[in-house]
């Protein structure tokens, strides 16, 4: 069992950056991937970043070069840093996390969401 806490939303205007956290409790010893997700009404949920137990790093093509996922050394907590955020960035933001080295795959553990909304 891991639990997902998420914090760093909030409404910013364009151009400027946020950074959120997601800290994972419980079964942290065990190898697993964390990714960031974001969620509009009526769309579908999008995997923005992912980070595997060994590094490897995955970005969709709308956010590559603006956002950094990252671990802390204790692999306890992955980081997402937006920069240069644009009102299309709008949306709810969930840590979520999955057993095992994949970047694809069905995440089995979710945050409860944080709201970022960039104004224009």
């Known amino acids: 069992q891991v639990q997902l806490v998420e914090s760093g939303g909030g409404l910013v205007q364009a151009g400027d950056s946020l950074r959120l956290s997601c800290t994972a409790s419980?079964?942290?010893?065990?190898?697993?991937?964390m990714g960031w997700f974001r969620q509009v009404p009526a769309k579908e949920r999008e995997l923005v970043a992912a980070i595997s137990w060994t590094g490897s790093i995955y970005y969709t093509d709308s956010v590559k070069g603006r956002f950094t996922i990252s671990r802390d050394n204790a692999k306890t907590t992955a980081s997402l840093l937006m920069n240069t955020l644009k009102p299309e960035d709008t949306a709810a933001y969930y840590c979520?996390?999955?057993?095992?080295?994949?970047?694809?795959?069905?995440?089995?553990?979710w945050g409860q969401g944080t709201q970022v909304t960039v104004s224009s």
């Open positions: 419980g079964r942290t010893g065990v190898a697993y991937t």
């Open positions: 979520a996390a999955k057993l095992g080295l994949a970047i694809k795959g069905t995440y089995d553990y």
